[in-house]
């Protein structure tokens, strides 16, 4: 589990990509302390696994599928990529419960200067703005954000010039494609009260129920 608040940022070393699979070698330094080959880290919101490992970077497999479904195929040598090494059970809470399992990407309409702020804009297919709430959360490229206002099409976040300068996001250009990963107890809390999915013969949690019962 990770909680999208982002450790440092590393440079794409180098990307090999096969028939079946791929790996790519990231330079970094900070999230190597305390890591071992087997461990995950969060590269641009998305989980890999360190495969191999030296003084001044680390490699992970990637399958095409995370390729393809993700901004990752979008990288290059040099591409700065947002990184976090998973949460340690001692570890401090200080964003929100990210997976690094993306949901899909969006893609940066605007950008803007608001005093000290920035605001970014980015549209989403409908599975994805389907659970995105205004005051909610969402990762953005590993990075825990508010998001500050929803459309039919897509939303937008207020940064402080901190998060642009520690963060990839202060490298983004409109039209740049995002990786995005939904608030995960939304989407338990959406299944877990969808009458259709109670099994025949079981009284499941229901909007009905709920209400019967003074919630």
Known sequence: MFTGIVEEVGKVREIRRGGTSSYIHIECSKVLEGTKIGDSIAVNGVCLTVTDMSGSGFKA??????LSRSSLGELSIGSPVDLERAMAANGRF???IVSGHIDGTGTITDIRKDGIACWYTITAG??????????GSITIDGISLTVAKVSDTGFSVSIIPHTAAQTVLGY????D???LENDIVGKYIEKFTRPEETP????????AFLAENGF
């Open 61 to 66: 497999d990637v399958m095409n599928e995370t």
């Open 94 to 96: 200080g964003g929100h």
């Open 126 to 135: 409908s599975s994805i703005m389907h659970y995105i709430v205004e005051k």
């Open 172 to 175: 983004r250009k409109k039209g």
């Open 177 to 179: 494609i995002v990786n």
């Open 200 to 207: 025949a013969g079981k009284q499941g949690i229901t909007y």
